[in-house]
């Protein structure tokens, strides 16, 4: 079927149908790295399926085996904390002792729930129930012939640029003369601030509870790289070394490349929600009182002698003026993220020291996304931009008065620019300073 290779040779092409592009599936299905899980979920009405090549070469003393396997990993985001993923592999395996077998292997099935979100600090937790399907035929040495089930610990902890990710799990293995295994991960990805880049360095292996001649633990280490298209897709590239179980440790090397695509499944509606309506409402009645006034005025046009009295109100409306001419920047953010970066805490800086020469004013801090994501997502995702900020003026810049911002979140719904653009929805991942009387 493939033709022999002495390395590993990965190639996945992934075809990502979600709305948060950032949620990249792993190889084995599910939202993550390469193969280290990570407990933010693919997110609501997202659908993945990738399909990626897998090429082997093992050896076991002069026994050597050539394994080419086609996986087809499938994962849905139900709701923001829940999705569910399939992992379904096709396999020829090519010994040097023996006949060629082909046809599909034992695949996964995995269960994540996003349990805690610990906005404060970025943290992630989910845990994972895991199920092998036993699809391969035992007698072709492609499956196993038992289901086996598992659990998993996912643990996410993100900074400004650098986010890390945990996992450990068990696997109850009922197979004859295997025994269960204990499964870990850990990984990083770094995301330069002046790129659209990230890069990835993980490790991630199984180990047998129970030591026993021809069971050897099995670890596969990956370097890689991930280039971001905006938030609609990305390309990506690892180097890595695998070592197999099969008794004899398997120096072979692996090269991966791929692509993702990311396209929102539930069409956004741009319409206000109940809570965006009741955010405008509450930035609205200054305007209000003043249409009443001055409806009045025009209705009564015979006192002439009365029009002068108008006069003090308009000479009164300008008193804010040095209020209102305050010009206090707007922050913007990366995609899906709430951390400042260093070019938004220079810019509170400079708003923070005008609003210590103002302290009588009132500001309303209105958190924007772009128009990726859920609108429930990312009315919470502008909240905890518009908190952010809060915080870091109260708390590290001394702005007294932290009853003087009030926090609110209008999501996707008011754009700055264009979501069809990338330039666009740069613009519109914001905190915008709203003064108010």
Known sequence: ??????????????????????????????????????????????????????????????????????????????????????????????????????????????????????????????????????????????GTGKTNLGIGLALDKEYENVSWHFNVGFLSRNEDAMEDQTLYGAGVEWRPSAAPLGLIAEFSGAAYTVKKHGLDDNSTGILGARYYFGDWGSAQIGYGARTSGTGAKSPNYMLMAGITVGIGLNKKKHEPSVSHEALREESAPPATPVIEKAEPVQSAPAPVVREPAPAPVVTKTPAPAPMVSVALESVHFKFDSAKLTGKAQTILKRNAAKLQENQKIKVILEGNTCSIGTEEYNLKLGKRRARSVKLYMVKKLGVERDSMFVVVSHGESTPVSSNKTEEGRKQNRRVDFVIQK
């Open 1 to 142: 079927m493939f033709g022999p290779v002495k390395k590993f040779l990965f190639l996945s092409v992934i075809f990502l149908f979600v709305s948060q592009a950032s949620a990249q599936t792993a190889i084995d299905g599910g939202s993550g790295l390469f193969y280290v899980q990570k407990a933010k979920t693919l997110g609501d009405k997202s659908f993945a399926i990738g399909a990626i090549y897998d090429r082997g070469d093992y050896h076991n003393g002069s026994d050597r085996t050539d394994a080419d396997t086609l996986s087809i990993p499938a994962t849905l985001g139900i709701g923001e904390r829940f999705e569910v993923s399939v992992f379904a592999p096709f396999r020829n395996i090519d010994p040097s002792m023996g006949n060629d077998q082909s046809g599909i292997s034992d695949g996964l099935a995995r269960v994540k729930w996003n349990f805690y979100n610990w906005d404060k600090y970025n943290i992630n937790a989910a845990v994972m129930a895991l199920v092998t399907l036993p699809f391969g035929d035992e007698n072709k040495g492609l």
